[in-house]
């Protein structure tokens, strides 16, 4: 039979390791900050001199461009921006009425048109050859979401044969009303 050694197999008691341990994280995490320190100052620096360059450079520009001409510049400027925002804000309504005029089936001629800018509005009185081709208008009118938000059939009677008058209110786009 073997001879097991009993002391052998008892645990033994290791030094901990934990300080040694927390002073090479903290040791590390100092030098990262130390490293990240002087890399940014190097880096603000090298582009504070790129920016004193640039400056020197528009200063010696600008010295050169005599002082009317760069008043000149910027009255311009403002004339162009505030002619920008007018044309923007402007409405432009013969593309509104190139679009109705497009959406308006073959058949169908109008004898009253009105336009209200509050709502984006047409008000179309009108009359249609017969019900079949009033139908495939306001269908046409229905079928373009992108330029017609919403067609409301206000009346609709057949007057003298086959003959159907009509009068429609007609929602357009505010974007067709936009300078493009």
Known sequence: MQNIDVESLKPKELPPTWPKGLLTFVLVAFLFAVVAYFGLD???????????????EFQKIRSDF?????????????KLNSL?????NHTYFSQALTVLEELTHPQIYYTNLDFSTDNNKFTLDGVAKNQMVFSEAVSGLVNNPDKIKVVVVKEMKTAQGENVSFSLDVFIQPSLLKYQ
């Open 66 to 78: 005599p002082l009317q001409q760069e008043q000149e510049a910027i009255l311009f400027e403002k």
């Open 42 to 56: 190097y880096w603000s620096k090298t582009k504070e001199a790129e920016l004193a360059v640039l400056e020197e």
């Open 84 to 88: 920008s925002n007018i044309l923007t």
